[in-house]
């Protein structure tokens, strides 16, 4: 196992991003990594989460562009706003 899992570059992709937060969970998880690993992890998961999130709302975004009008609330959506 290596001793810093940690990655510095942007991740090229959604899938990606997502595939090293995986990993680095895996590896948290075991409890193998020392001290100043575990806290370069979790910081990079943070990293990670955030630019998955922003890669989620682009493609939200592009969605509700594409669809324009047609977008309608979901049928549990329309009873909760009911209430």
Request: hydrophobic residues 40%; aromatic residues 4%.
């Given at each position: ?31 193998e990594l ?50």
């Amino acid at each position: 196992m290596p001793k810093n899992p940690v990655k510095a570059s942007q991740p090229a992709s959604f899938e990606e991003a997502m595939e090293e937060l995986e990993q680095l969970v895996i590896q948290m998880e075991a409890g193998e990594l020392p001290l100043e690993a575990s806290v370069a992890a979790y910081k990079r998961g943070a990293e990670l989460v955030k630019f998955c999130s922003v890669q989620l709302d682009k493609v939200d975004s592009q969605v509700k562009v594409l669809e324009g009008d047609m977008l309608k609330p979901l049928a549990g959506e329309l009873a909760e706003d009911e209430e």
